[in-house]
């Protein structure tokens, strides 16, 4: 594992995407693996940037991402599509044929799983993963459990998940209480993983992560089972 410290978010905003644009140039038909919440946000940033400079181009990549809530059609201004929309997609020039979300609509959030398993399996799983994590450890929304699951699946969030995500909605009892998410098979089957944590709030769980015993208490701490992981800590 490697572990890396940045002064501040925007010096770990661009190193990430300086990974993610070397990913795309050395393989430009690459699969990324993305990850909304704020944390990834300077990320998309400088990888827009780079786009419009003229030195990266996803005009053959495909994108991947970790979860949708359940019940919030991809028009909702909370949606994780409208999120990555708002974010990334429409300021590059990636095929929207080929970015792809868990469908949060789906009559049957299991089957849906399977379908979006299925989906990684045949884009023979993503090139990199690009993860935040949450203050109770929770990657994708792979929350605090007695096991670490390995399917793409439906999941109660946590109440602490709810209450951070509060922030976005006009109130907590908006923030849906369901989400489908990435489960630890695919997550762990990237070639490979690139953590962000920004801020004194996640080190706890970043060092917990990172060094501490690996149990699904901690969802994040699977990774140190993974051959590529980089996680990376902004200060500020
Ligand atoms: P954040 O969320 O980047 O908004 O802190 C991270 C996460 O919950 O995975």
């Known amino acids: 594992m490697n572990i890396q410290t940045f002064p501040s978010y925007d010096d770990m905003s661009l190193h990430a995407a300086q990974i993610i644009a070397n990913v795309v140039r050395t393989k430009p038909d690459a699969v990324l693996g993305l990850a909304t919440g ?10 827009v940037r780079m786009h419009k400079e003229g030195t990266l181009d996803f005009s053959r990549v495909t994108t991947v ?22 974010h990334l997609f429409q300021h590059v020039n ?17 089957a849906e799983g399977a379908r979006y398993d299925e989906l990684i399996r045949r884009l023979g799983g993503t090139d990199i993963q ?23 699946h439906p999941v109660d969030l946590d109440p602490s998940t709810i209450q951070a995500n509060a922030r976005f909605f006009a109130s907590e009892a908006e ?25 004194q709030g996640k080190k706890a769980v ?24 980089t996680m990376m800590f902004a200060e500020g």
């Open 65 to 86: 991402n970790l979860d949708e809530y359940i019940g919030l059609p991809d028009t909702h201004e909370q949606s994780y599509r409208r999120f990555m929309e708002e």
């Open 175 to 199: 923030v849906p209480r369901r989400a489908i998410t990435m489960g630890m098979g695919a997550i762990m089957g990237a070639h490979r993983v690139l953590l962000l944590a920004s801020g």
């Open 206 to 229: 970043f060092d917990a992560s990172a060094n501490g015993p690996i149990v699904p208490q901690v969802p994040a701490s699977i990774l140190q089972l993974h051959p590529d992981v």
């Open 94 to 110: 990636l095929d929207p044929a080929r970015t792809f979300l868990p469908d949060g609509m789906a009559e049957d959030p299991v």
């Open 130 to 152: 690009l993860l935040g994590i949450g203050y109770d450890g929770h990657i994708g929304f792979n929350e605090p459990g007695d096991v670490f699951v390995k399917a793409t």
């Open 38 to 47: 704020s944390t990834p946000i300077g990320t998309y940033r400088h990888l």
